[in-house]
């Protein structure tokens, strides 16, 4: 890695755009960054970190304010570094997140960061991802952003912490810079695995405890306590067994002697029962002989009502047949009645009943009569049917010509009216063209009087605001004075106690600085009150803060007189009451002008719809006048139709009636004289059948065995007696047949012959012998089951145990293998995998930095790498102790003195960059800084330090020393200087000669 060029703006103490060539600064390898304290020199650093990886090294990585205080408002902040990364030359630009302030409005908004990187060779794409970039310049460099700022940004007093750390902390540094994670992962998986053991081992001892509780239960047992859980369930399974086997001779002895008391108890209950059955079919046979004659009796009945059924169905018959000739009969009174209503009145009592043959032609003769007359009166039934119609058309005409009449008055009423509306809309009309005409600069008159109006607020804030920062000003300029003049007196009471400080700095033997003499015999004695330089510069600092304070008040007293003045020339010398009053006659007269202005596009429209409107009352006039016309010329017409069809009805009807009466008159006799008709040859018919169907009644109950109806409607049954008396024959006739059957059976007939058997004896000998058959079922059931539980524990108990023992081994195997890995167990240095490797690291460092601090300590010191367990039985490998060759005592670094120290610190930060480069792949480091405090090294042993300093830009390489002190700058020509300012740092370059 090589750095060419940096370009820094607005980027921490550095308000404008500082840059800094490198190639040219570096000629001789060896340059200087320089400057006072706070000046800048770290920041310089802080920008070509930045500008490679984007943060910060240290404890400044997480501030995200990166604007400088001292950038002019809207100035953006950007590094611009130009380097060579990995062989290839490329350009970093980066803008980091900021507050600017917002475009519009107070208040500011947040910048996101940016980023771009750019090659010079043209090779690849170019990148604008922040992301991307990082990881580009990871992969350039082969290391990562702490090891960076290890190996090239050599961290102020880091390396000092370093070397007297405790073994964690210095652990914890080498973890960072040197890549341990797969380390730390085999020490995570051992312990995993150890974990994963523990608990599969826990489980199995918890199973074969389980399986032993499952067993005891099972076998109805205590729990088990001894040694051997394998035998203990072996003999539990081995009893289990003779058990059962015993419970099973048993059941078999008590089946077979139930089996002969069932049997026995069957026999006897088969006999008991065919005794029985027999007994109940000779009672059966007694009680069927004893209603003979009863039912001899029933089937005579049955027998008779069978003969009367033809009889009572002719007879059903009849009474039908008289019940619609009775209803004939009443039907043709009634339609006589409704024609001696009509004009057939003529014809009743005219004829006879029963009827004749000629009653029916006399009857037709009549309707023909009727039916000749009718089509007469349709001859004249159309005239008065147009009459009714032309009478309606007559009356509807009329109305048409009275609501004519009305529609012709109001639309004249309306014309009439027309022009004075017309009148009214014109004035309205040029009221609010004026007005539109007039809104330019009644808007303009408005605008003016709101600014002032506006103004006149805003002099009044600005002018308390000028009060105040003219009181501000003041006390600014007072404080300044104040201050200056009591920086002035101690500057001079400095002055006058200067000897005194300078004679502070003598020596014995050393040269006075002011007169080189050796000896020192009378050296100034500090005074009471003394002042130190640092007195000075505190009372100096304060000075130019208060100059900083007085100046921003005084720019702010002139900014807020300018606003003052600017406002009062907008307010015109008027008071606020002016420019109320001013603005409310102008807001008042502008409302108006776009009220009458707004009413413009509605007038038009008004207007354009009056002349509509007249148009279409002239068309409509015309209209109603000539509807008017033709509507009384029709009613003219229809009166003369109602006359002539008037005077054709009255010559065909006459004055009396109308058509339609007559005709219904007629209608009526016709259907009373039909319908009379038709009753009497009805009624006629249905008596002749009733006359029919008493003979056919009579030949019918002889035929049947009956001399009277009367006897034969007297056997009748209904079909439920009938029934009755079928089912109690049937009945009667299958019982005696089933009796007959039973007693035929010979099961019965050895039975009822026999003694009578008790079974109440063999029942409860069979009940003892079922009882204790249940038993031992039971018993033989809880063996067998007890067994076979016992066979499927045992056998899992074998199993568990048999896995359990080798899983101990492997177990115990693992955890001593992890606690080893850990550093913890056998490891007698309390080293853990991940400590030997940064052990092995930490060695590498020692040797790489012993070689620069026995040339920085003329051949005196060296690093010895420690492996010894730490106090207290910490973790140890990563002990760092040195040898002092003047005594041969290897002895804690913590008792180095300061410059002793520090050359230490400087060779293991040299001896760490050479190990970590060489870790990253052996990339070369064409430049790096040193940001360590060179004030504690004497003039022999800076000497000695310059010498290695000078021995590491050997090759081309370029070595930055970042230092503020006086000699460091007489030996090294090449200095970039940082000079700080009222207004932000600044960089000066001053070339080697």
Known sequence: MRLHALSVTAFGPFGGTVDVDFDHLGADGLFLLHGPTGAGKTSVLDAIAFALYGVLPGSRRESRRLLSDHAAPGVVPCV?????????????????????????????????????????????????????????????????????????????????????????????????????DRFRDIETWFQDQRRASAERLAGRSESVDRLAAQVATAAGVDLFTGTDVVEWGTDLLDGAREQARART????????????????????????????????????????????AERAEQIAELDRARRALPVRDRAVTLDQHRQRAAVAAATMRRREQAAAETDAAVLVGTLSWPPRPADAEVLDAAVHRWSGERAVLDSVAGDESDRRTAVADRERALARVRSLETD???????????????????????????????????????????????????????????????????????????????????????????????????????????????????????????????????????????????????????????????????????????????????????????RAADRLTAIDTALAALDEETAGLRVRADAITAELGVTRGRTEALETRIAEATARITAAVGTTSTVAERRAALDAAIAAAVAWRDARRDADSADQAVTRLETD?????????????????????????????????????????????????PEVAEAMAGDVVDTAAVDAEEIRLRGLL?????????????????????????????????????????????????????????????????????????????????????????????????PRGTRGGLGLDVRDDYTGVVRSAGTLSGGEAFCASLALALGLADVVAAEAGGITLDTMFIDEGFGSLDSGSLDAVMGVLDELRSGGRTVGIVSHVDEIRDRVPSRLEVIRERHGSTLRVHAGV
């Open 774 to 870: 249940d038993e031992a079922i039971a018993s033989a059931g809880d063996a067998d089951s007890r067994l076979r539980m016992l066979e499927d524990l045992v056998a899992q108990l074998w199993a568990a145990a048999d896995r359990l023992g080798p899983a101990h081994l492997e177990h115990a195997e693992l955890e001593q293998l992890a606690e080893v890995v850990a550093g913890k167990g056998a490891n007698a240095r309390r080293m853990s995998l991940r400590s030997y490797v940064l052990a092995a690291r930490l060695e590498d460092v020692a040797t790489a930095a012993s070689v620069r601090f026995r040339l920085m300590s003329q051949g005196r010191f060296e690093f010895v790498h420690s492996d010894d367990v730490g």
């Open 249 to 292: 001779e048993h059941l078999r002895t008590a089946r077979a002697e139930h089996a002969v008391s069932r049997e026995t108890a069957r026999f006897a209950h088969r006999r008991r029962e065919a005794r029985e059955r027999g007994a109940a079919a000779a009672a059966r046979l007694a009680v069927l002989a004893d209603g003979d």
């Open 408 to 594: 012709l008055r109001a639309v004249r009423v309306r014309l009439d009216a027309v022009p004075a509306e017309r009148a009214r809309l014109d004035a309205d009309h040029r009221v609010a063209v004026a007005a539109r005409a007039g809104l330019p600069g009644l808007e303009a008159r408005h605008q003016g009087a709101e600014d002032a109006a506006r103004a006149h607020v805003e002099w009044a804030r600005e002018s308390e605001r000028l009060a105040a920062a003219v009181t501000t000003a003041e006390r600014a300029r007072t404080r300044y004075d104040d201050l200056r003049t009591e920086w002035l007196d101690l500057r001079e009471r400095r002055l006058e106690g200067m000897s005194a400080e300078l004679a502070a700095g003598l020596e014995d033997g050393a040269p006075c600085g002011v007169c080189g003499a050796t000896e020192h015999p009378a050296p100034a004695s500090p005074t009471a009150g003394r002042v130190s330089k640092d007195d000075e510069n505190r009372a100096g600092q304060r000075v130019s803060a208060a100059e900083v304070e007085r100046t921003t008040a005084d720019a702010a007293v002139q900014r807020c007189r300018q606003r003052v003045d600017e406002l009062a020339t907008r307010c015109a010398d008027r008071t606020a009451a002016e420019l109320a009053a001013e603005l409310d006659e102008a807001t008042t007269a502008l409302a108006e002008a776009r």
């Open 80 to 180: 611009e570094l130009d380097a060579t990364l990995g062989g290839r030359r490329l350009t970093i630009v980066r803008q980091p997140e900021f507050l600017r302030p917002k475009r519009r409005g107070v208040g500011t908004t947040k910048q996101n960061a940016k980023a771009t990187l750019t090659w010079h060779d043209g090779r690849g794409e170019n990148l604008t991802r922040i992301d991307e970039i990082a990881l580009e310049v990871e992969r350039l460099l082969g290391m990562r952003v702490d090891q960076f700022f290890q190996v090239v940004l050599l961290p102020q007093g880091d390396f000092a912490r370093f070397l007297r750390a405790r073994n964690e902390e210095r652990g914890a540094l080498l973890e960072q810079l040197f890549d341990t």
């Open 697 to 745: 009644l009579a030949e019918c109950a002889r035929e049947h065995g009956f001399t009277e109806v009367t006897d034969a409607l007297a056997a009748v049954r209904d079909r439920a007696r009938c029934t009755v008396l079928e089912n109690a024959v049937l009945d009667a006739e299958k019982q005696r047949s089933a009796a007959a059957a039973v007693l035929a059976e």
